[in-house]
């Protein structure tokens, strides 16, 4: 069974300061999938980065960046010089690379909360 | 340029009325489906997902149903809706690969009076 633990339910930072969100997983399979997505007050969840379990090499796009770490099981989210703008509930997902029926397991999500 | 549609955006019903949420996708074939809930600061619950026309899988025991009747097109029933089917409502979908990323829609906040 496959299982995303996101143990900070909310964070909340001043503007400016830099915030990691943890994700860590659970799978027996050797393909996998992660994802980031973004769900602001509006409600849609917005796709941010989807990695496979090949690639650990980490990616940065402007102020986000991401650490996939298979030793640990993590693929942690860094947002540098937070803005208000940030502020939503982001979810990490895992989802099996062969073999499955493409279901998504997500975590429950870490509010991020960013006072001006 | 692939592009998902749910309509209605918001929806207040009184206990016991019917329901139909629709979501329509544009701009591929084949995609798999799916309907999500999200209760107030909770996270996502997979109701239902499809693989093709007519083909429905269902997650949890509930009041609601889904159809497909079309590739690109589905659609979330009730015959009666309770007060715990409020909630925010999410359409998805997949190209049908592994590989492929979940896309979603707008979604629909439905509140049940």
């Known amino acids: 069974a496959q299982k995303v633990t996101q143990a900070q339910t909310e964070i909340s930072v001043v503007e400016k300061e830099d915030v990691t969100l943890d994700c860590v997983y659970e799978?027996?399979?050797?393909?996998?999938?992660l994802f980031w997505y973004k769900q602001p007050p509006s409600g849609e969840l917005v796709f941010l980065i989807r990695?496979?379990?090949?690639?650990?090499q980490n990616e940065i796009s402007g102020r986000y960046s991401w650490n996939f770490q298979k030793s640990t099981s993590s693929f942690n989210f860094t947002i540098t010089a937070s803005q208000v703008v940030d502020s939503a509930v982001y979810f990490c997902?895992?989802?099996?690379?062969?073999?499955?029926?493409?279901?998504?397991?997500f975590g429950r999500g870490t509010s991020l909360i960013v006072h001006p | 340029s692939q592009t998902i549609h749910q309509w209605p955006a918001t929806l207040v019903q009184p206990v016991g009325s019917p329901l139909s949420l629709e979501c329509t996708v544009e701009?591929?074939?084949?995609?798999?489906l799916y309907w999500y809930r999200q209760a107030a600061g909770r996270g996502l619950q997979l109701l239902f997902y499809?693989?093709?026309?007519?083909?429905i899988s269902s997650e949890v025991p509930q009041n609601l149903s889904a159809s497909r009747p079309q590739d690109r097109q589905f659609i979330l029933s009730s015959k009666k809706l309770l007060l715990s089917d409020s909630g925010f409502y999410l359409c998805a979908w997949i190209g049908g690969r592994a590989t492929d990323t979940q896309y979603f829609g707008p979604g629909t906040r439905l509140t049940v009076l």
């Open positions: 701009g591929t074939s084949n995609p798999n």
């Open positions: 997902a895992l989802m099996r690379g062969s073999g499955g029926s493409y279901i998504p397991t």
């Open positions: 990695r496979n379990s090949f690639d650990e």
């Open positions: 799978t027996r399979d050797t393909t996998y999938y």
């Open positions: 499809s693989v093709g026309i007519g083909q």
